[in-house]
């Protein structure tokens, strides 16, 4: 997230470094989605169609229903999301209403989120992470690469912490096996080849889960299918001061590693100011990197705050201060207030009672990509002359306007965060249930 203060770049050419990758992963869209398998595949990650149930029992069609209206919801995005080292395939389903009425109202965005049992990669898990702790002890200098994308393409992808890697899109596994390790049984892997599997394993389970066929899931009103694929995010070099040798700088960022990858951006406080609306100074800038992006995923990470309302207040908090005071000889000039993100205000998972964190949140972009891709298809069903017809009723006002469209600038998801399975009529082994959404709107 660039800084709240001035860029202080150095003008040595030589200590520019090249772009940091973050913790974060950016969602994109990536051509219409076609191919029925990968429709009917809960491990196929999207925008807009009909949902890929992974349950398999049907929910509640009613998990898709507006809270104001009660009309069925377009599904926005399907996240195949597992999470590393679990035995569960996971998914997060978000919903949202196009109704003009339902705007800047809670309750017009809903998430859910859906795990089933994996039973034989759990199998499978046990036995692998076993002989991988016993590698450990034995040599304590080995060193796993680091871990990345949970919905990745084909193209781009290697194993992730989620458990995901090339088989996201249905396409082939790789061919080319893992090194092996010398002086082991053949059985044996690293954690990249444990999640390689789980993602195959996993794909299988997917499409013998609960089809909509014959539902009113598959009678709901959709957006065009769009393929939802994923990048890492890249953000220029942070600015460098010039500071004494002798001073002592605390890094925040200690103390939550991320595998690596740059997070320190996160920890930058906010500063309170009258004058202009920083906080969407910085959301424009930090997107403007990668201005495609439909969605931000960081599964325990920190969201990036569109703009200061009440949403920004109850995340960002004001932090403790003395009492101004009231006599004349006391004045004093009081310095801008910094604010930093904490999750106490957010309430816990009605489930198990467990603190939820943030996941993932859809961004700006994704409203012009659900918008275009309806006037694609719209177009596409059109004669030449129904296309002319409808350029003079534009032209001559005799269409009335559009009273459907999504206001929102960004919708933030929070999951909980030991990802619990309870539920009703499953037991222990399947999951359908509702996380929260904070919606900030766009002014």
């Not at 169609?49 to 377009?74: D, N, T, V």
């Not at 909980?416 to 929260?436: I, P, T």
Request: net charge negative.
């Amino acid at each position: 997230m660039p800084s709240i203060v001035d860029d202080d770049w150095s003008d040595s050419d030589d200590e520019i470094g090249a772009e940091v990758e973050t913790a974060v992963l950016l969602g994109v869209s990536d051509g219409i989605m076609e191919t029925e398998t990968d429709i009917k595949d809960a491990a196929v990650s999207r925008i807009g169609g009909h949902p890929a149930i992974l349950p398999s029992r049907e929910p509640p069609f009613s998990s898709s229903q507006c809270k104001i209206c009660s009309y069925p919801m377009e599904l926005l995005v399907q996240v195949w999301c597992p999470v590393e080292d679990s035995p569960m395939d996971r998914a997060l389903y978000i919903w949202g209403c196009s109704r003009s009425a339902c705007q800047r109202k809670d309750g017009s965005v809903r998430a859910w989120r859906a795990l089933r049992y994996n039973a034989e990669y759990a199998a499978k898990l046990a036995k692998k992470l076993a002989k991988k702790q016993a590698q450990q002890k034995a040599s304590s200098s080995v060193k796993t690469a680091p871990a990345t994308n949970p919905f990745a393409m084909q193209a781009k992808s290697t194993p992730g912490p989620f458990g995901l890697g090339d088989h996201v899109f249905g396409q082939p596994a790789p061919t080319v096996a893992a090194p092996a390790i010398e002086d082991e049984p053949e059985d044996t892997c690293d954690t990249e080849s444990v999640t390689s599997e789980s993602s195959a394993h996993s794909l299988i389970i997917a499409m013998a889960s609960t089809t909509i066929d014959d539902s009113p899931w598959q009678a709901a009103p959709s957006f065009p299918p769009l393929y939802l694929s994923t990048t890492s995010e890249y953000l220029p070099p942070p600015a460098k001061t010039k500071i004494s040798q002798s001073a002592h700088i605390e890094d925040p960022t200690d103390e939550y590693p991320k595998d690596g990858k740059d997070v320190s951006w996160a920890f930058e406080p906010y500063e309170n100011s009258l004058e202009v609306d920083g906080v969407f100074d910085r959301f424009t800038k930090r997107v403007s990197h990668t201005g495609e992006q439909c969605l931000r995923y960081e599964l325990k990470g920190i969201p990036l705050p569109f703009s200061s309302d009440k949403v920004f207040d109850r995340l960002f908090p004001f932090p403790p201060q003395d009492p101004l005071p009231v006599t004349k000889a006391a004045f004093k000039v009081v310095p801008n207030v910094r604010r930093s993100y904490s999750t106490t205000s957010i309430p816990p998972c009605p489930a198990c009672k467990a603190a939820r964190v943030f996941e993932c949140q859809l961004m700006p972009n994704l409203i012009n990509v659900l918008r275009a891709s309806i006037k694609d298809e719209d177009t596409q069903k059109l004669t030449d002359e129904q296309r002319m017809k409808v350029v003079q009723e534009v032209l001559q006002k005799k269409v009335s306007s559009d009273k459907r469209g999504m206001e929102w600038g960004t919708c933030m998801i929070f999951s909980c965060e030991k990802d619990c399975c309870l539920d009703d009529y499953s037991g222990d082994k399947e999951c359908w249930r509702e996380e929260l959404v904070l919606v900030q709107w766009d002014d």
